[in-house]
């Protein structure tokens, strides 16, 4: 029996302490939360056998830093991933109290079982397995911990930015995106980049009355409604004009690769998405407009009078949430300034539109011909018992576009997540035997790496 | 010194009295002071002289009646007016208390001053006048004051749709309108109907990640966008088929006639709305527009997430509040049903629409050529010293259809409101030379009638 399957039941009481703290990043009431999960997941750092564990303070929530270095000659990882959770809003819809972990049917269900505190620890699991049976690392390694990934990540980008000399490694490790499919290891080569904006429109200085100025007065919400379909049309493409001009599309190689994934698009419709339709561009499998494909979504809209029954009211203002998410090699400055552009442009008679810019982060595309994303391949298919797969995500994970630009290295993205782990949903899980072969194959990705 | 001269004092106290009572319709924690304001109403018309006052109960607030039977051979006006009043909100922009009436500049500011109560009471103490001073009326008057104008008027529809024999009368008066200029006497003598509707959009059965799902998900705000944007064009003309073929333009004679009214269209454009542009369709003029022309607005809309930051979600549903406004001889059912159509064939893929109707209510035209409108015209000549002008509101005053066809008789529309009286806004006012000129012009229609 080895180290990490005595010890089963002890990580398992570990991670519901974890998952025990409400560290909810987006509400200011839980900053203390957020405090102790740092302080926990520091104490964890500790425990394995880390050097130099500390807490980085700054504007923010504090960083969690720990690193053991003492393999000569061998490369540096560097271990990312965030104690922060989201809120869990709508509380009643939740079958257990989302801050009193409960296991049902081989699955930990808990705000941050799987985004990001279950994945945090297979990390530091996975090392301390080695610390406590051999007494080394086959590699070096450093944590960089956060606690603001849900609210935009501002600390640790001015940090990676700020290319601390400690943070020096050869490639960094993100446990934080999913598997395609249960038991099918995979890893993530490619992230979406996002432009988040808000779209301001003002009509008359006041609201007015529909019928008595009614067929005169300009109507901002209307005004929405024009901008919105001139921006993308009903095949959802993007009619901002140059906003495709950089996009890279997938190579043939990689297109093969996604369309011999398991996957059933009626199955997805009506399980994932749950509608009578998918939509979106025509000419396009739905892996392509996912992961390979730009789009512009409207998040919401906020506008006149909403209440019950009838008010007749032309309203003066209205504003919309609007963001595009972006491909490589499209910039999120250049595509912000498109999307200015072409809203000024479709800006209809007698309002005004103004565009503000909420955050932006870069598209990332990993070449997965690089020895680290080999070696997570060979742990994973090691554990798992299937040849690992190369996928997208249609997501963001900005952190990987800071520590290439930043710190030049590339980003291994080994996530043990699963399709239906109702990620910012009520009943948030992770399942249980995901999370003790993830500790076996980061395990096994040291010793190869080391080699 | 007639009567009405020596009893200004009277009037205004009486007034004020009136408009001290929050009879806010809308709010069920005023139904008392609604109830306190019937009975003001009714004790006004039995100290006027009137007969076999009562309130009528009913499902909502009771109606008012009264009348004065003793003119043989002469024809019977029925005086409509309504005693309930619109919230105050924002309190806050009150200069000063909406309840506590204060006389500033000629004008007396108080919620309801001008809607409706200073105008019900223009119309009692006219009868009051020769009551107290002849001791009969030229002609036989009864009145109908209904407390429920301001949310929907179902129980006076209802009442008046059962055709009681003490209904039975040659015209309707109604003073809820206003003049399109200081000192120049104004009839109205057309309405706009409406439909009011709210569209329910269906998209995913949850909400999704626009990350993960961006790119294959329906959004239903792009849907609404969709929808509002194919059943109106950017020149305000609706797109809705048929819907426009029942309009009847106004003849050249009363375009002519408006063409005549005193109307800067760049001091209404930057006094009046307070915009960059007037809109609408082109080839009309702006009363064509506002009086001739149906209309369609969105009201309100809501969908996803609005608060501060970002949230990266596509919603699940959204919905917004869409009206249109009709012309004579549009119907309201027939309008739905149109609308009702072309949101089907409007809605885009994926996404189910929903269409509920609020309420509608006919448009209504005047033929002017009737000898209750002529002797309006002459009395208010009279009183103003200036010819009567003839006018169209873009406004929907749904009682004026309901005399039509359950009555069968016309409506006087001779209002004495101003256009800034700020009706449904803070500082709502009436000006007292109107208050006092508008009791002499009723007495003097009354004498004209009866001749």
Known sequence: MTYHEQNRENYLETLKAFLRIPSISTLPEHKDDVRRAAEFA??????AGLDNVELIEGKGNPLVYGEWLGA???PTLLFYGHYDVQPAEPLEEWKSPPFEPEVRDGNIYA???????GQVLILIKAVEGWLKTVGKLPCNVKFLLEGEEEVGGEHIESY????????KADAAVIS?????????????????????TELHVQGADHDLHSGVYGGVAPNPIQAIAEILTALKNREGHIMIPGFYDRVQPPS???KEA???????????RKKEIGSRDLTGESGYTVFERTWARPTLEVHGIRGGFTGEGAKTVIPARAVAKISMRL????????AFEQFKAAVAKACPLGVTAEVKLIHGARPSLVNPDNRFVHAAAEALQQVFGKKTVYIRSGGSIPIVGVFERSLGIPSVLMGFGLPDDNLHAPNEKFNLSNFYRGIEAVSQFLEIVGR
Do not use: H
Not at 111 to 117: H, M, Q, S
Not at 160 to 167: A, E, G, I
Not at 177 to 190: K, Q, R, S
């Open 160 to 167: 990676v930015q700020s290319k601390p000399p400690r943070l």
């Open 42 to 47: 520091a104490n964890e750092l500790r425990n």
């Open 252 to 254: 043939e190689k990689e």
């Open 327 to 334: 491909v490589a090699d499209q910039r999120p400055e250049e």
């Open 258 to 268: 996604w369309s011999r994934l398991p996957f059933d698009v009626e199955e997805y």
């Open 72 to 74: 000569k000659r061998k």
């Open 176 to 196: 934080d995106t999913e598997m395609f499919a249960p038991d099918l290891p995979t890893i993530c080569v490619g992230l979406r980049g996002i432009v988040y």
């Open 111 to 117: 705000r941050g079982a799987c985004d990001d505190k």
